[in-house]
Structures are given as C-alpha cells and as structure tokens.
C-alpha cells in the first residue's frame, strides 16, 4: 500500500507564496511520477504542476511563471512553491503520485487528501 501526506496549505493573502508539501511513503518500488491539481469549487479537479522521475515537469497554463515544483527523490517527496498567489488560486490541492508498487510490481495512482489553500485579504 501507498501512501500520500500533504501539508502546507492555509490561509494567505494576496501577493504573498506558499509552499506545500507531498510525502510518498509505504511499498513503493519506483516513483514514475507525482503532481499536484486543484479543485476551486463548482470546478473540476485540474492540474497544476507535475514531475517525472526524468526530472521533466509540466504545469498549467495560469501558474507556470508563479509556482515552481520541486522534489526531493531521497524522501520521494515532492513541495509546489506558490509565488504571487491571488484568489484565483483558491482551491482544495491534491497530491498525486504514479508509482510502480513494491510486492507486485503494477503500477499504481495514488492520491493524497487535500490540502485547503485560501488566497483572501
């Protein structure tokens, strides 16, 4: 089994950054890739940023000059840096993660809970 813990969202105001973080733990093989979208309510769930094992990453549209995504391959962890946030960006992040699991060696999509990020003066 495998398991996704995100942390860092919260309440922020306008202009200001934030920074979360994803944690992959438990039978894991290999690590194909991890991301994080978002889903604003009334919206569906899209992607904000991913990153393959290779290093290649991929964002969306709206953040690509404002948020950056990161991962530490030691800790299979991955953290989205969010720079000039606005109320745009107001949404429930979820990490996930593609994942070559340890005892059978399938491959597996796992997500995380969510984290609350509010962008609000």
């Known amino acids: 089994q495998v398991q996704l813990v995100e942390s860092g969202g919260g309440l922020v105001q306008p202009g200001r950054s934030l920074r979360l973080s994803c944690a992959a733990s438990g039978s894991i093989f290999g690590i194909v890739a991890m991301g994080w979208y978002r889903q604003a309510p009334g919206k569906e769930r899209e992607l904000v940023a991913a990153i393959t094992s290779g290093g290649s990453t991929n964002y969306a549209d709206s953040v690509k000059v404002r948020f950056t995504i990161l991962r530490d391959d030691p800790k299979n962890t991955v953290y989205l840096q969010m720079n000039s946030l606005n109320p745009e960006d107001t949404a429930v992040y979820y990490c996930?993660?593609?994942?070559?699991?340890?005892?059978?060696?399938?491959?597996?999509?796992?997500w995380g809970q969510g984290t609350l990020v509010t962008v609000s003066s």
């Open positions: 996930n993660a593609d994942v070559w699991e340890r005892r059978s060696l399938g491959r597996l999509e796992v």
